[in-house]
T-cell receptor, first 115, second 115 residues
Framework: GNSVTQMEGPVTLSEEAFLTINCTYT??????LFWYVQYPGEGLQLLLK?????DKGSNKGFEATYRKETTSFHLEKGSVQVSDSAVYFC??????????????FGQGTILTVHP | DTGVSQDPRHKITKRGQNVTFRCDPI?????LYWYRQTLGQGPEFLTY????????KSRLLSDRFSAERPKGSFSTLEIQRTEQGDSAMYLC?????????????FGNGTRLTVT
């Protein structure tokens, strides 16, 4: 079946540091890949997505590239801010059938950014 | 677009009692999903509706769980004879059927505590 593995957390950084959160996946077919973010007290929000190999998703300074050869979708940001403190979830969507849109999530990575 | 609304935000119940949660999706969204999230884990898929039809149920959804979406709009999730292991955040999400890449819009969740 489908599965998503994220790097162990939590991650603590100083403001303006470089961020990488690793994500690898196992899936049949050609899944779409997503990063969702959950800010304190809020629901999950879509951060970015990529729908095919070598696609790069980007939003709010975050980027992730769909690497089929390494089955990875690592999240990066060049300079984090305190407001980026949140829980980040990597996810994939099933490749077909009646399960269109159903997401399989990783366990989440807590990011804390200090001033 | 008022977002996905879930009610109640918190529910504390005694073991053995029945509970019901409600989800109001974004009005034009025809897909609705229920997920469960426990502390330190990513959301786990429970069930999925397209309009009023329940198309998929996870093996996580025991016989004590039932979900409905009677008119293809709001949905309810009922847990009968609650157990302490049911304590979790129950998330609802909706999306518009435009293919598997449609992003899911999540509500803020209902936190269930079974004592």
């Amino acid at each position: 079946g489908n599965s998503v593995t994220q790097m162990e957390g939590p991650v603590t950084l100083s403001e303006e540091a470089f961020l990488t959160i690793n994500c690898t996946y196992t899936a049949t077919g050609y899944p779409s890949l997503f990063w969702y973010v959950q800010y304190p007290g809020e629901g999950l929000q879509l951060l970015l997505k990529a729908t095919k190999a070598d696609d790069k998703g980007s939003n709010k300074g975050f980027e992730a590239t769909y690497r089929k050869e390494t089955t990875s979708f690592h999240l990066e940001k060049g300079s984090v801010q305190v407001s980026d403190s949140a829980v980040y979830f990597c996810a994939l969507s099933n490749a077909g059938g009646t399960s269109y849109g159903k997401l399989t999530f990783g366990q989440g990575t807590i990011l804390t950014v200090h001033p | 677009d008022t977002g996905v609304s879930q009610d109640p935000r918190h529910k504390i119940t005694k073991r053995g009692q029945n509970v019901t949660f409600r989800c109001d999706p974004i009005s034009e969204h025809n897909r609705l999903y229920w997920y469960r999230q426990t502390l330190g884990q990513g959301p786990e898929f429970l069930t999925y509706f397209q309009n009023e039809a329940q198309l998929e149920k996870s093996r996580l959804l025991s016989d004590r769980f039932s979900a409905e979406r009677p008119k293809g709009s709001f949905s309810t999730l009922e847990i009968q004879r609650t157990e302490q292991g049911d304590s979790a955040m129950y998330l609802c999400a909706s999306s518009l059927e435009t293919g598997r890449n449609s992003p899911l819009h999540f509500g803020n969740g209902t936190r269930l505590t079974v004592t």
